[in-house]
C-alpha cells in the first residue's frame, strides 16, 4: 500500500508539473483504480480541433496514449522500471495501434471515422522502422482521433478508447 501510494505521489508531481504548461491532466476516478483516466482542463471547441493538421492531432494523441499506458501499468504492476517500459512499447507501437484501429474502426462515429481517413492519408515524412506503411498509417489515425478526444475535453470516450487499446495489459495483470 505504502509503494501505492508513492507511486500516486510521484505521479502527483508529475501532473503539478505539466499543470504548469498549457493544459491540466488529472485523474478521473480515485486513487487506487484500475483504470487511469485523462482529461484536459480548457478543452478547445470540435471545430477547432478539426482546423487542426490531422499529424497535429496524432502527435498529441501518441502522448496521451503513452501518458495512460503507463500510468496503468505503473498503477498496478510492481516491476522494474524497464520491464514497464517493455510493456508501454507493446501497446504503444504501430503494429499494436494499427490492429487496435481496425477494432475500433466500426466503433467510430463519422466525426472520427472522418478524421482518421484524413490522418491516415497524410503525407507522412518518416516511417516506423518494425511496421509497414499500411500500419504506420492506421496507427497514425488512431492517434489523431485520440488527440481530437482529448483536446476538445470528450474524457469519457478517450477513456473507453484507451481501456480498449490497454485490454492486453490488463490482461497480463489478471494471470
Do not use: W
Request: charged share 25%; net charge positive; hydrophobic share 45%.
Amino acid at each position: 500500500m505504502a509503494r501505492r501510494q508513492a507511486r500516486f505521489f510521484v505521479l502527483k508531481l508529475a501532473f503539478v508539473f505539466l499543470d504548469r504548461m498549457c493544459y491540466t491532466l488529472y485523474m478521473t476516478e480515485n486513487l487506487y483504480m484500475d483504470q487511469p483516466g485523462l482529461a484536459i482542463s480548457a478543452p478547445i471547441s470540435p471545430e477547432d480541433a478539426l482546423k487542426l493538421h490531422p499529424m497535429t492531432l496524432a502527435f498529441i494523441g501518441d502522448a496521451v496514449q503513452s501518458l495512460y499506458t503507463r500510468t496503468l501499468l505503473a498503477l498496478n504492476r510492481n516491476e522494474k522500471m524497464g520491464a514497464l517500459h517493455r510493456e508501454v512499447t507493446k501497446v504503444v507501437k504501430a503494429v499494436s495501434q494499427s490492429a487496435e484501429a481496425q477494432i475500433l474502426l466500426p466503433l467510430f462515429d463519422d466525426a472520427e471515422k472522418d478524421l482518421f481517413r484524413r490522418a491516415r492519408n497524410c503525407k507522412l515524412h518518416t516511417a516506423a522502422k518494425n511496421a509497414d506503411i499500411a500500419e504506420y498509417r492506421r496507427a497514425t489515425g488512431l492517434e489523431a482521433v485520440l488527440g481530437y478526444l482529448y483536446l476538445t475535453g470528450n474524457a469519457e470516450r478517450l477513456n473507453a478508447l484507451l481501456k480498449r487499446c490497454c485490454e492486453d495489459c490488463l490482461a497480463d495483470d489478471e494471470k
